[in-house]
């Protein structure tokens, strides 16, 4: 089952992933936890990209915390 908050932050991501899928990449969210630590996953051409760190707080993190602020931390993996 989908939280209203697990909505929220797949609504933002969806804002993001046309520019990541237009270099040939994507991110996915592995988990949520109780306090709202965010973590997330970089798949496709993100996953080796020296740039996955800046398009993680320029554009990823950015976005999330404007829509959703009362997110912990945000981080992400690579698969």
Do not use: Q
Not at 11 to 32: N, Q
Request: one cysteine or more; a negative charge.
């Amino acid at each position: 089952m989908t939280t209203e908050l697990e909505t929220r932050i797949e609504a933002a991501l969806d804002t993001v992933r046309p520019f990541l899928k237009a270099d040939g990449g994507d991110v996915e969210v592995v988990s949520l936890s109780d306090n709202n630590n965010l973590v997330l996953r970089f798949l496709g051409s993100c996953n080796s990209c020296s740039m996955s760190d800046m398009t993680l707080k320029a554009g990823i993190e950015d976005t999330l915390r404007r829509s959703i602020p009362e997110l912990g931390t945000i981080t992400a993996i690579k698969a």
